[in-house]
C-alpha cells in the first residue's frame, strides 16, 4: 500500500477504498458505544487515515499523469501561493487531522462536540497526537503550526530590536503569535455542518444554501452591460491598491496542491464537478452569462492543527504590517531579494528609475502572454502574488527603491555602519511607513471617527505609544480575511489606463483582466511607464465599495471564467464562517427576530428582496452577502458598514496594540522620539515624490481625489525624514 511501491491501478485504488470502508464499518459496529476502549477507536481512526491518505496521494497521482491535474497555462492558475516541501509536509498532517476527526465521529456516533466534553476520549486523542507531534522533526504544536520556545527567542541577539522574518518571537511568551505558517485563529468558533468540514447548510431543515454564483448574479453583477461599475466619489483607485498590498503583508491562505505541485483540477471541461477530497466545485445555472456549469473551487489546505476542533487554516506569511511583502516571511525568501551589500535590496537598474529583480523561478504566478516579451519579465518580491496586478507591483517596487533610498541616508548619516546595520534599520524604517501611511491616511477612509476612536485606531502626534499588551493574539482572523477585507474587490475597476502630465489624457484603456498575473503595463518599456501609471491611480477614482463588482473580476478573474464574489462566498463556507446574523450578534448588533423577519433588516441597502428569493431563512445569509450589502457607517466618509466595521476594526486594533515592535513605541522596539517625530511627517504622497523620477505634484493625500496639488519640491508640503536626526 505504500506510495513507495510505484502506482496503483484506478481498480486497485478503488478496492482498497472499498476494504477500508468495509473495516470501518466492522469498526464501528465493535467500538460503538465501547468508550473504554476510547484509545482504540482513536488509534483505529489513525490507522484508517494512513490508509486514507495513500490512495489520496495514489488518486492525485492519476489525476496528474491523466493530464486532468496539471501546470495550467501560465496566468491562468487560480493558486496563489508557491509549493515548498513544507507545504507537502503541512498538507499531510492537515489532511490526517481532518480525516481522523471525520472518522471518530463517525466510528463513535457522537458529534466532535460531544467527544470533545467526554474525557476519555480527549486523553485518549491527546495521548495519541502527542505520539505523532512527538515523532515530528518540524515540531508541531497542538494548535499551532510549529512551536518555537521563549528561550530559543531569549537567545536571539537583538531580538528587541529588530523584528524576526517570519514574526516568531514577536511576543516573548507566545512566540508563534502572528507568525508564519501558523494556525489562524478565529473571532467565532467554525461551523461545519458534521463539525468537522463539511460546509454549513441552511437552518431550515432540508433546505440547501442558495449557490454562490446564484448569489453572485443576483445581488452583486454590475447593472451596465459591459461590467462597469460606479466610481468611488472620493478615493483613487490607489486606494484600492493599498488595500491590496496591506493584505498581502498579513495573511495567504494556502489551498491544496496536486502530485509535484500540479494544480487541482475540480471540473471536467468546466461542465461536471470531481469528486474529490481537495474541491468544492462551484455549480451554476445553465442559463448562466458565463458558458459553463462547474466552476473551479480548490479548498484551502486544512492546517496541521491537532487539537479536537473543526477544519482550522493556516497563515502562510507573517500576520504583522511588518513589511513582509517587501522582505518575505523566511531568510530564503530574503537572501534571494537582499544584495548583500551596503545594505540594499536587489534591484534591476534602468534608467526611468530601478525595477524589481526578475522571479527566475519557474512557477512565478504570472504570464508574459501576447505583449513585449523583449521587455516584459516576471517580477520577485517577498509576497508570491507581486504579479497579480500592475497597481501591485507598483507599490512594491516604491517601497525597494524607498527601502535603498532610506539606506544611502543612513549611510551619508552613519559611514560605519556594515551591510546589516543598515538593512536593519532601512527594514525598521520601511516597516514604520507602512504602518504610518496604513493607520494615519488608509483606515482614515475606510471608517467613520467612531470606529477610530473605538477601537483605538488614532495615532498619537507626539511621544511614545504605552498601549502594547502582550495578552492580544495579532494573528489575522478568519472573519477578517475570508469577508471582511475583501470589501476590496468591490473597488476593483474594469479597466485601467495610463494618465499623461496634463492630469487630464488617459491612454487607450485595457481591460483590467488582461492586466492580471500579467506585468506589462508596470514594467514594460524599462519601466518608462511607471511615472504615467502613477499619475493615473492617484488621480482617477476606485469603483464604489458597493453591491455592484466589476466584469473585469465577477466573469473574467485572471481572463479566464472565474468569479471573484463567488470565490469569496465559496471561501467563507470551506472555512466554516458562522452566518451574517451571528457575526451582527457577535459585534452587539441587531439581529432579525426570526428566520423570516427580512422586514426587521433595514440596513441592507437596496432592500433584502433579492436575498429573500435565494435564501430559505435570514439566519443563513454569507458574512460576505450581509457584510457587502450593509449601509455604511454613517459619518462623511467610510467605505464599509457595520459589521464589517467592527470585524476589521477589531483586527486593526490588534495588529496595532498586539505588536511589541509598533512602530509608535519607545526604544529599542520602537523610535526615540525625535526619529518618530520624523517618521510622523511621511505622506504616501511624499513617498511617491522621493521616488518616482520626473513626478513634479500631487495631492496631500495619494488615496483621496483632491484637486489641489504641491509641488514635490516643496518640502513643507511633500514632507520627508530628515536623516540627520540618525547621525
Ligand atoms: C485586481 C485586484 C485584485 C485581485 C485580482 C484579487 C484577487 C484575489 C483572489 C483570486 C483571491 C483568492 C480568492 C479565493 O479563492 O478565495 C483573493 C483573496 C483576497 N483578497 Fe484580493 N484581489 C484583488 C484586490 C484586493 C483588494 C483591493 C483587497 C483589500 C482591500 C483584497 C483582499 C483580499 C483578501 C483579504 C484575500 C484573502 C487572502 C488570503 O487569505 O489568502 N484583494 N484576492
Ligand atoms: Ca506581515
Avoid at 263 to 276: H, S
Avoid at 397 to 418: G, K, M, Y
Wanted: glycine share 6%; charged share 25%; with cysteine.
Amino acid at each position: 500500500l505504500s506510495k513507495h511501491e510505484g502506482s496503483l491501478t484506478k481498480k486497485e485504488i478503488e478496492t482498497i477504498e472499498d476494504i477500508v470502508d468495509l473495516l470501518e464499518e466492522r469498526e464501528k459496529e465493535k467500538q460503538l458505544m465501547k468508550k473504554e476502549d476510547a484509545t482504540a477507536v482513536v488509534e483505529t481512526a489513525f490507522t484508517n487515515c494512513l490508509y486514507k491518505y495513500d490512495s489520496f496521494l495514489e488518486k492525485q497521482k492519476e489525476f496528474k499523469n491523466k493530464g486532468v491535474d496539471g501546470q495550467r497555462k501560465q496566468g491562468k492558475r487560480n493558486r496563489l501561493f508557491k509549493i515548498t516541501p513544507e507545504s507537502i509536509e503541512r498538507q499531510k498532517l492537515g489532511f490526517l487531522s481532518i480525516c481522523a476527526k471525520r472518522q471518530l465521529v463517525k466510528l463513535t456516533d457522537l458529534t466532535l462536540k460531544e467527544l470533545r466534553e467526554d474525557t476519555e476520549f480527549t486523553n485518549a486523542w491527546d495521548s495519541i497526537t502527542d505520539q505523532i507531534i512527538g515523532g515530528n522533526k518540524k515540531r508541531l504544536s497542538k494548535n499551532k503550526g510549529k512551536r518555537t520556545t521563549t528561550s530559543e527567542c531569549q537567545a536571539i541577539s537583538n531580538v528587541d530590536q529588530y523584528r524576526t522574518l517570519d514574526g516568531t518571537c514577536n511576543n516573548i511568551n507566545n512566540p508563534d503569535w502572528g507568525a508564519a505558517f501558523s494556525t489562524q485563529p478565529r473571532f467565532l468558533d467554525e461551523v461545519y455542518s458534521n463539525g468537522v468540514d463539511e460546509p454549513r447548510t441552511s437552518v431550515v431543515p432540508n433546505e440547501e444554501l442558495p449557490g454562490p454564483r446564484a448569489l453572485s448574479n443576483a445581488v452583486f453583477a454590475a447593472t451596465s452591460a459591459d461590467g462597469e461599475t460606479p466610481l468611488e466619489g472620493f478615493n483613487t483607485l490607489m486606494s484600492m491598491n493599498w488595500g491590496q498590498f496591506i493584505d498581502h503583508d498579513i495573511v495567504l491562505t494556502p489551498t491544496y496542491s496536486g502530485e509535484d505541485g500540479a494544480d487541482i483540477v475540480c471540473c471536467t471541461d468546466n461542465t461536471a464537478p470531481i469528486q474529490r477530497d481537495e474541491c468544492l466545485a462551484i455549480i451554476m445555472e445553465a442559463d448562466d452569462d458565463l458558458p459553463i456549469t462547474c466552476m473551479e473551487f480548490v479548498r484551502s489546505a486544512p492546517a496541521p492543527d491537532l487539537s479536537l476542533s473543526g477544519n482550522q487554516l493556516t497563515n502562510d506569511i507573517s500576520s504583522f504590517i511588518d513589511a513582509s511583502m517587501v522582505y518575505g516571511s523566511s531568510e530564503d525568501e530574503l537572501t534571494a531579494l537582499r544584495a548583500r551589500n551596503g545594505g540594499k535590496m536587489k534591484v534591476r537598474s534602468e534608467a526611468g528609475g530601478d525595477l524589481l529583480p526578475k522571479d527566475r523561478s519557474s512557477d512565478a504566478i504570472c504570464s508574459l502572454d501576447g505583449n513585449d516579451p523583449e521587455d516584459d519579465y516576471c517580477q520577485n518580491a517577498g509576497d508570491v502574488r507581486v504579479n497579480v496586478q500592475p497597481g501591485l507591483g507598483l507599490l512594491h517596487t516604491l517601497f525597494v527603491r524607498e527601502h535603498n533610498r532610506i539606506v544611502d541616508e543612513l549611510a551619508a548619516a552613519q559611514p560605519s555602519w556594515t551591510d546589516d546595520e543598515l538593512f536593519n534599520e532601512a527594514r525598521k524604517i520601511v516597516n514604520a511607513l507602512i504602518q504610518h501611511i496604513t493607520y494615519n491616511e488608509w483606515l482614515q477612509n475606510l471608517f467613520n471617527d467612531q470606529t477610530i476612536t473605538d477601537y483605538n485606531l488614532q495615532l498619537l502626534t507626539s511621544g511614545n505609544s504605552l498601549d502594547y499588551d502582550d495578552t492580544i493574539n495579532p494573528g489575522i482572523r478568519v472573519g477578517f480575511a475570508t469577508a471582511a477585507l475583501r470589501f476590496g474587490h468591490s473597488m476593483i475597476p474594469n479597466k485601467i489606463a495610463y494618465m499623461a502630465e496634463d492630469l487630464a489624457t488617459t491612454s487607450e484603456e485595457t481591460n483590467m483582466e488582461l492586466t492580471m498575473t500579467n506585468p506589462h503595463m508596470l514594467v514594460n518599456e524599462a519601466g518608462s511607464k511607471i511615472l504615467d501609471l502613477v499619475r493615473y491611480m492617484t488621480t482617477i477614482q476606485a469603483s464604489n465599495a458597493d453591491r455592484q463588482f466589476s466584469g473585469s473580476v465577477r466573469n473574467k478573474l485572471f481572463n479566464t471564467v472565474l468569479d471573484l464574489t463567488s470565490l469569496n462566498i465559496q471561501r467563507g463556507r470551506d472555512h466554516g464562517l458562522p452566518s451574517y446574523t451571528e457575526w451582527r450578534k457577535a459585534c452587539g448588533l441587531s439581529v432579525p427576530s426570526s428566520g423570516d423577519a427580512w422586514s426587521e433588516m433595514t440596513y441592507i441597502r437596496g432592500g433584502t428582496r433579492d436575498l429573500r428569493d435565494l435564501y430559505a431563512s435570514v439566519y443563513d445569509i454569507d458574512l460576505y452577502v450581509g457584510g457587502m450589502l450593509e449601509q455604511r457607517l454613517s459619518g462623511d466618509a467610510a467605505y464599509v458598514g457595520e459589521t464589517f466595521g467592527c470585524i476589521l476594526g477589531q483586527q486593526f486594533q490588534n495588529l496595532k496594540q498586539g505588536d511589541r515592535f509598533w512602530y509608535e513605541r519607545a526604544e529599542p522596539e520602537g523610535f526615540s522620539q525625535d526619529k518618530l517625530q520624523e517618521i510622523r511627517k511621511v505622506t504616501l504622497a511624499s513617498v511617491f515624490c522621493k521616488n518616482i523620477d520626473n513626478l513634479t505634484e500631487i495631492q496631500r493625500s495619494a488615496l483621496r481625489q483632491q484637486t489641489n496639488r504641491n509641488d514635490c519640491s516643496d518640502e513643507r508640503r511633500n514632507p520627508h525624514i530628515d536623516f540627520n536626526v540618525w547621525a
